[in-house]
Structures are given as structure tokens and as C-alpha cells.
């Protein structure tokens, strides 16, 4: 027997914060076109939900999951969580959603119009940034090895030492990165691959038919001021439907 879940959400336009067209990055700008409060009926969390159009291609490589787009969201509901944080709190919202919307340019020979969108949300830390709801992805998994890195971002990306295209992880390690060796990280890269990063790859290339991944990376990310990051990057060719591949050299 089947059961079927239905979850009641009430949505009504609210009044926030916010410039029409923002940078995302070198010749990438998204235009806002609104806000709406959203709340569950059933357990009634309220999210202040960004709408926004993208002035620019956010799928290049073709059809990709919201996560893919999930670095740039995050860093849009960091800024805009936090300006609009009194409205927030008046209307009782404890999350941020950051959905645009956009038609893809190639539909010549459609006879409708087929519109996209991504859509990631929130949960609003002490600090007041911004942290992921991942819903399939394991956010926070314990290692064979020791330690339980947090899931940042997990997107589409290419490296010019390998050919086509990867499928990057990053996560917080939960310490200073220069306090551990890379022969730490790379086991636990291996581990992360082997147990989460390989099932993702699977998961998406099935949802999405033209999506094909030739290697599998592991980053490890840690801020290290406003403008400035720790990065190592653990990169491995696809073996199979698994990433027991070769590493190359850490970044």
C-alpha cells in the first residue's frame, strides 16, 4: 500500500529588501522580481522565498538538480537573509529560499515553451548565514576514518587536467585545514567518495539523461577571512560507477 503525503504550504507576496539586478560574478546578473512568504500549514515554519530571473545561462553544461547552483544561492541568501532579517522575524520565518525561473534559449523546435528553475533553501545560523537543507544528499557523514565533515556545496564543474565533466563535493572539515595532512584528507576524500560522492553522481545521472560524469572531486573548504579561503581538492577519474580511479594531485 502506497502513501500519499500531501503538504499544505499558504503563499502570499510580502514587502522586503532588495535592488532590482544584482552580480553574481564576471558577467553573471540575476534580476529580482520579488519576495513571498511561504508556511507550511502542517507545521507552520515560514520561509521568505527571493524570486529571481537569471541574466545569463545557470546551465551550461545542460540540465542539472538546484543543488548544482547551490554556491550562488548560498552566497545570495547570506546577503539577503541578513537584510531583511526584522521582516523575518515579524512575519515568523526561520528559513530563506533563494528560486529563480528562466526559459532556456534552445527551443526551436518545440511547439510549447519549456520553462526551468532552481530553488534551494535554508536554515538561518546563530551567526546569521546561511546552511543548506539537503533532502537526499547526507549532510553531516561519519567517517570510517574519524571525523564528520558538513556538506557545503555539491555542483557540476570541469578541471583542465581531466577530460569532460566532474562532480565536485565540498565540505567543511570542522577545523583548520592546516592542521591536517593531506594524507588525512585524502582517505577521507576516498571514504567521502566511495560512501556519498559516487551515490550522487548516480542519483543525478539518472534523474538527468544527458548528464554523464567522467571524474569525481572532494574539496575540503574552510573561510579564512570576508574574501578569503582554504582550498583542497581531491580529484579522481570515474572507475566505473564508483571513484577508485587514480588520484591526481591535490590542490
Known amino acids: 500500500m502506497k502513501l500519499l503525503l500531501t503538504i499544505l504550504l499558504i503563499a502570499a507576496p510580502i514587502a522586503a529588501s532588495a535592488q532590482n539586478v544584482i552580480q553574481i560574478g564576471p558577467g553573471q546578473s540575476a534580476e529580482i522580481t520579488g519576495f513571498t512568504l511561504e508556511r507550511e500549514a502542517a507545521t507552520g515554519v515560514g520561509t521568505l522565498i527571493l524570486s529571481l530571473v537569471p541574466l545569463y545561462n545557470p546551465e551550461p553544461y545542460g540540465p542539472v538538480p538546484p543543488a548544482d547552483v547551490g554556491r550562488t544561492h548560498r552566497a545570495i541568501c547570506n546577503h539577503y537573509a541578513a537584510l531583511n532579517a526584522d521582516v523575518m522575524v515579524q512575519n515568523d520565518a526561520s528559513n530563506f529560499a533563494v528560486r529563480w525561473d528562466w526559459t532556456p534559449d534552445t527551443q526551436e523546435d518545440l511547439e510549447f515553451t519549456v520553462t526551468r528553475f532552481h530553488r534551494n533553501d535554508y536554515t538561518i545560523k546563530d551567526d546569521g548565514t546561511c546552511s543548506a537543507i ?64 559516487a551515490d550522487e553522481m548516480l542519483r543525478r545521472e539518472g534523474s538527468y539523461s544527458e548528464l554523464h560524469y567522467d571524474f569525481l572531486s572532494v574539496a575540503f573548504e574552510e573561510r579564512t577571512g570576508p574574501n578569503d579561503t582554504n582550498r583542497r581538492v581531491f580529484t579522481r577519474a570515474r572507475d566505473g560507477d564508483s571513484c577508485f580511479g587514480n588520484l591526481t594531485d591535490a590542490d
Open 134 to 197: 539537503w533532502t537526499v544528499t547526507p549532510e553531516r557523514p561519519t567517517l570510517p576514518s574519524g571525523g564528520a565533515p558538513i556538506l557545503l556545496h555539491a555542483q557540476t564543474v570541469v578541471d583542465p587536467r581531466m577530460d569532460g565533466l566532474g562532480l565536485e563535493m565540498t565540505y567543511d572539515w570542522g577545523t583548520s585545514l592546516d592542521a591536517v595532512s593531506d594524507t588525512e584528507l585524502d582517505r577521507a576524500s576516498l571514504e567521502l567518495c566511495v560512501s556519498v560522492v
